[in-house]
Structure formats: C-alpha cells, structure tokens
C-alpha cells in the first residue's frame, strides 16, 4: 500500500502559479504510476495529468497543456505539479493518484485532496 497527502493549495488569482507536492509514504513510490486529477463542484472528476514510474512517460489533459508540468522526486517520495497562468476554470479540488499498472485505468490509491481556488 501507499498513502498520499497532497499539500500546496490555496487561492491565487487568474494568471498566478501554485505548486502542488503529494508525499508518498508505504510501499516504493517509485514503483507507482501516479497522477493528478480534479473535480469542480458538479462536474465529475477529471484527469489533469500522469507521469510514469521513471518519469519518462507524461500526459496531459489538452485543457492544461502548455501550463501545468508534472514532475516527481523518488528518492524524496513525492510528486508534483506546477500549475502556471492560472485560470478560474482550474478552480478545484485536486488529487493525487498511484496505481501499479503503467497506464492504469483506475487508480488504486488516492488522497485526501488540496482546494485550488482561482479568482478572476
């Protein structure tokens, strides 16, 4: 098993930047797919972004291409994303995910969530 607590959130306004952090503890993080996702309210959740075991794999939601980076440390167990020229569509709660799998279709493992509010 792995367990993840994602940290960073907050409110910034449109055109600003964050960083998300989740910190992995358990069973090797490095092992893990893992990826970040997010709902808004009434909308259903959503990939944002998936980065490989190696981190030599990525993908991206289109919606976030070109301002989002995904990254991640192994030998610190965690993960990242740096969220650039924030709009207020990116307002939402966002989770970190890991699955085993190298592109997994549903993810074993989840966190509690960061609210990510961006004012316009």
């Known amino acids: 098993q792995v367990q993840l607590v994602e940290s960073g959130g907050g409110l910034v306004q449109a055109g600003g930047s964050l960083r998300l952090s989740c910190a992995a503890s358990?069973?090797?993080?490095?092992?893990?797919?893992v990826g970040w996702f997010r709902q808004a309210p009434g909308k259903e959740r959503e990939i944002v972004a998936r980065?490989?075991?190696?981190?030599?794999?990525?993908y991206y939601a289109d919606s976030v291409k070109g301002r989002f980076t995904i990254s991640r440390d192994n030998a610190k167990n965690t993960l990242y994303l740096q969220m650039n020229s924030l709009k207020p569509d990116d307002t939402a709660v966002y989770y970190c995910a890991a699955d085993l799998l190298y592109i997994p279709r549903n993810y074993t493992y989840w966190g509690q969530g960061t609210q990510v509010t961006v004012s316009s």
């Open positions: 358990g069973r090797a993080f490095s092992t893990y797919t």
């Open positions: 980065i490989s075991w190696r981190g030599d794999n990525t």
